[in-house]
């Protein structure tokens, strides 16, 4: 099932959720005075020109069609499993880089029509892959285990398949039929109309005044009857379209359910877990260990409270600065910072994050028609890529460490893995994104000049760890527990998911937390949950991140660096194990909370 679900999955975006942070008109029109090659990426480090593109799209078009020639050969020897296999990997190989240009060079220039073609024709030939190659893992698993151990003893060339080909065996009860699976890969197409319909919705058809960058700034900023004006337009808008919006998350609840049965699993949770090995307790154990742990995080809202001087802290009061700090960072202030910050994961990862960084792995400034954002992306043949709206803040600086976090986790997986293990979960992915904005953080609070400045920095920590571990949780439970209900067969309308959103909020907040009406509809802003059970990931990422920065910073880096080169050759449970960190032992939560405890009393201390 591993590669089957890579297959799907090829044009997913690894998107830091704190990363939002584009800017508006006039900003962008002083930034595109730095906007020039420098500050851009060379796409053409993956083609040459549009042609060399549709080039490789027609040479993958015929190749899909030899996949036939495999069909009910696989049995037969070593030298078949491994042609098919390979082949399949060598057309998903294309197919990555034929993606990520077609969409990097759109998110560049989400006006060209020209780009956006070319993504609609590079997600029906994803679609046309995946169900040519459909009938492999059913093949493979009609011979025995046995069989398929002597093939990989006696052929070296499937040695790098071995992991691969365990992993689908554990699997295999879930496995369907060739023809049932076809038709599941089939399905995937109509499938993805819950998360269509959601994104149209918000990139097209919402309405406000502000664009999503704007907004963030607008949340941030020191006025309080502005952050308020900001917030009710932009939760407004979504509220004036609440049934259709319930409407598609039910559809995705209902799609999860559905995959899940349709392969046998108990619960959609199970099922999500299961492609990364992941027991169901480490699910419950975070949102059980966040919530006991909800007092600390009620601290911190009161210490927004008596800082901020309010009777009630809102929505809109958790977002703005609580120490004043209108220092500018320029970006090649922030890489400097950055490679400072970094020093303790050596000389050798210091020198390869500043060759990316000069050799334009990075899209920096907001252009006219860029999108919004900041993600890493790039292929197995290609350096990484990382798209920015850099805008001199510290918020900014953080998103850009966290993106060269994946950016470098990437570089080193792809240099030492074959493709059929390089690519590593989101599970593992989140950790190495984390555990770069964690040494950021660690440095500029050891490096502060003041103490308004220092801090300043604790604050930011304090946010990185909120956002991370306490928001996510919420999240996580919201989206166990709808799914629950949907397997229940429970309608999910939009009056029972604003209760049950109000409710958490109740608990997660506490009583100096004031939940206005319209906050209700939170959840209908949450692009995440139309990827099922995601967001735990930032959770859990973020408490192995703690310990690893832990780690690295009292000079056990080797373990760390082991791991980013690991990519995905073993369950990520297993790969952060030979890293220091066991994920199944609730330790590294309680560590992390400990953390942010630590960091909310010091605020206190530095306040009053």
């Given at each position: 099932?591993?590669k ?8 997913v ?9 584009s800017l ?5 029109s002083v930034f595109?005075n ?9 796409l053409?480090d993956?083609?040459?020109s549009d042609?060399d ?6 040479i ?5 069609l ?10 037969r020897?070593?030298r078949?499993l ?5 082949m399949?990997d060598?057309?998903?190989?294309m197919?990555e880089?034929?993606?990520a ?14 780009y956006?073609?070319?993504c ?9 892959l ?6 492999i893992?059913?093949e ?5 285990k ?6 990989v003893?006696?052929n070296?060339?499937?040695k ?7 992993n689908l ?21 109509m ?7 959601y994104t ?16 963030s ?13 900001a917030?009710?337009?932009e ?5 004036k ?12 609840v209902?799609k ?13 949770l199970?099922?999500s877990l299961?492609k ?6 480490l ?7 966040v919530n006991?742990k909800?007092d600390v995080f ?5 210490l927004?409270?008596k800082i ?10 958790m977002?703005?600065?609580l ?20 020093v303790p994961?050596g000389?050798?990862?210091?020198e390869d994050?500043?060759?990316?960084i000069?050799?334009?792995?990075v899209?920096v400034?907001?252009n ?9 992306w790039?292929?197995?043949d290609?350096?990484p890529y990382?798209l ?6 510290l ?15 990437n570089y080193?997986?792809s240099k030492n893995q074959?493709?059929?293990n ?5 599970f593992?992915?989140?950790v ?14 050891k490096n502060a000049?003041?103490?308004d ?16 571990i ?5 999240y ?7 799914h629950d209900r ?12 604003n209760?049950?959103w109000?409710?958490l909020m ?9 939940i206005d009406?319209?906050c ?19 959770a ?10 832990q780690?690295?910073l009292?000079g ?5 660096l ?11 449970i297993?790969i ?8 199944n032992?609730?330790?590294c939560i309680?560590d992390a909370l400990?953390?942010?405890?630590s ?7 530095m306040?009053?």
């Amino acid at each position: 099932m591993k590669k089957l679900y890579k297959l799907s999955c090829i044009a997913v975006l690894i998107i830091s959720l704190f990363a939002f942070y584009s800017l508006d008109s006039k900003t962008v029109s002083v930034f595109n005075n730095k906007s020039t090659n420098k500050y851009k990426w060379n796409l053409s480090d993956m083609y040459a020109s549009d042609s060399d593109w549709e080039r490789d799209y027609k040479i993958l078009e015929k190749n899909i069609l030899k996949m036939e020639a495999y069909k009910g050969k696989l049995s037969r020897g070593s030298r078949y499993l491994y042609e098919a296999l390979d082949m399949t990997d060598n057309m998903s190989r294309m197919l990555e880089k034929l993606y990520a240009y077609a969409y990097m060079s759109k998110d560049t220039d989400t006006s060209n029509n020209k780009y956006l073609t070319m993504c609609d024709n590079i997600s029906y030939l994803a679609v046309k892959l995946s169900s040519s190659v459909s009938f492999i893992e059913p093949e493979i698993l009609s011979v025995s285990k046995e069989t398929i151990d002597k093939f990989v003893k006696n052929n070296s060339k499937l040695k790098p398949y071995k992991f691969y080909l365990d992993n689908l065996y554990k699997s295999k009860e879930h496995m369907l039929s060739d023809k049932e699976e076809r038709i599941l890969s089939l399905s995937k197409s109509m499938a993805s109309t819950p998360e269509k319909v959601y994104t149209s919705f918000k990139d097209i058809d919402r309405k406000t005044n502000f664009t999503p960058g704007e907004y963030s700034r607008l949340l941030q900023d020191d006025n309080r009857e502005t952050r308020k004006k900001a917030f009710v337009e932009e939760f407004e808008s979504y509220k004036k379209n609440i049934n259709v919006l319930a409407s598609a998350l039910s559809g995705q609840v209902n799609k999860d359910v559905f995959y899940s049965k349709a392969r046998n699993y108990k619960t959609s949770l199970e099922a999500s877990l299961d492609k990364d090995n992941i027991d169901v307790s480490l699910y419950n154990n975070l949102i059980i260990e966040v919530n006991n742990k909800l007092d600390v995080f009620h601290k911190y809202v009161g210490l927004r409270k008596k800082i901020l001087k309010l009777d009630k802290v809102h929505y809109y009061d958790m977002y703005n600065p609580l120490i004043e700090n209108n220092k500018k960072i320029e970006y090649d202030e922030a890489k400097g910072i950055l490679t400072k910050a970094l020093v303790p994961l050596g000389k050798q990862y210091v020198e390869d994050l500043e060759f990316g960084i000069d050799n334009r792995w990075v899209d920096v400034y907001p252009n006219k028609n860029k999108r919004g954002g900041a993600y890493s992306w790039g292929s197995y043949d290609t350096h990484p890529y990382v798209l920015l709206n850099y805008n001199n803040t510290l918020s900014s600086v953080s998103t850009f460490a966290h993106e060269m976090g994946h950016a470098m986790n990437n570089y080193y997986s792809s240099k030492n893995q074959e493709y059929v293990n390089y690519n590593y979960p989101i599970f593992t992915a989140e950790v190495a994104s984390i555990t770069n904005e964690a040494l950021l953080f660690e440095y500029l609070m050891k490096n502060a000049k003041t103490k308004d400045e220092k801090m300043y920095y604790i604050q930011g920590y304090i946010d990185l760890i909120r956002g991370s571990i306490y928001t996510q949780a919420m999240y996580a439970e919201f989206e166990k527990i709808i799914h629950d209900r949907a397997e229940k067969g429970e309608a999910l309308t939009s009056d029972n998911l604003n209760k049950l959103w109000t409710n958490l909020m109740k608990k997660y907040y506490g009583e100096d937390f004031f939940i206005d009406d319209i906050c209700s509809i939170w959840w209908s802003r949450i692009p995440h949950f139309y990827s099922n059970f995601y967001v735990y990931k930032y959770a859990t990422g973020c408490c192995a991140a703690i310990s690893l920065s832990q780690d690295i910073l009292n000079g056990q880096k080797d373990n760390y660096l082991n791991f980013l080169a690991a990519g995905g050759s073993d369950y990520p449970i297993d790969i952060l194990k030979k890293a220091g960190v066991d994920m199944n032992d609730t330790k590294c939560i309680k560590d992390a909370l400990k953390k942010f405890e630590s960091l909310v009393n010091e605020l206190e201390k530095m306040t009053f």
